[in-house]
């Protein structure tokens, strides 16, 4: 199994460009979530789906969209970059065997990072 | 609105020590809580997960304890190795529907040989 994969692994962008953040998992999970990471203040959600076709909001969501067609994808698009967007961002996976329920731990990406001019 | 501290920021410990990094929480009303690992440059890795219903969970040299009433967990790790060294964060799950995920910002431990 690959596990998570996430591609780019480094982007430069310029104020209002757009772009997508690609991750990929192999090992069937319907959890998936992206995250941004920045200097001392943790992760933090950005958006989560529990299944094909189901996505919903975390903490910080605006200025992100996501779609998850299938299982194994789920996209982050960055509509109209900003400067406060610079950060790592990690998609993870998890097995949710009963109705959505984070009951497993969470498998991560390697990360992309992205800094917006 | 749950906050998730990690004190210290930063530890350093000579090969061998045994060590406790700390984590806090101020709502109690938790559904489980994780510890990770990040090496730099890289994503995380999980090393324990201990639901709202344990007290402890164990792995290898590591053994991370829960005390909801108190808001605390820690994460014990026994012989500490220079591989140990990384940045260790724990998270707090608030609900089964796992919308609600709370990062803290981490400890980042160095083991001197």
């Known amino acids: 199994n690959a596990g998570v994969t996430q591609t780019p692994k480094f982007q430069v962008l310029k104020t209002g460009q757009s772009m997508t953040l690609q991750c990929a998992q192999d090992?069937?999970?319907?959890?998936m979530s992206w995250y941004r990471q920045d200097p001392g203040m943790g992760l933090r959600l950005i958006h989560y789906?529990?299944?094909?076709?189901?996505?919903d909001q975390g903490e910080v969501p605006n200025g992100y969209n996501v779609s998850r067609s299938t299982t194994e994808d789920f996209p982050l698009r960055l509509l109209s970059a900003a400067p406060s967007q610079t950060s790592v961002y990690f998609c993870a996976s998890s097995y949710s065997p009963s109705g959505g329920t984070l009951t497993d731990t969470q498998y991560f990406g390697p990360g992309t990072r992205l800094t917006v001019l | 609105k749950q906050e998730v501290t990690q004190i210290p920021a930063a530890l350093s410990v000579p090969e061998g020590e045994n060590l406790v990094l700390n984590c806090s929480f101020t709502d109690s009303a938790i559904y489980n809580l994780q510890w990770f690992r990040q090496d730099p440059g890289k994503g995380l890795t999980s090393l324990l997960l201990?639901?709202?219903?344990?007290r402890e969970q164990t792995s290898g040299r590591l053994n991370a304890s829960l005390d909801k009433s108190s808001g605390r967990s820690t994460l014990y790790i026994a012989a500490s190795q220079p591989g140990d060294s990384a940045t260790y964060l724990c998270?707090?799950?608030?609900?089964?529907?796992?919308?609600?995920?709370?990062f803290g910002s981490g400890t980042r431990l160095s083991i001197r040989p």
């Open positions: 201990i639901q709202s219903s344990q």
């Open positions: 090992m069937n999970h319907e959890y």
């Open positions: 998270a707090v799950v608030e609900d089964s529907s796992a919308s609600k995920i709370i």
């Open positions: 789906s529990v299944g094909a076709g189901i996505t």
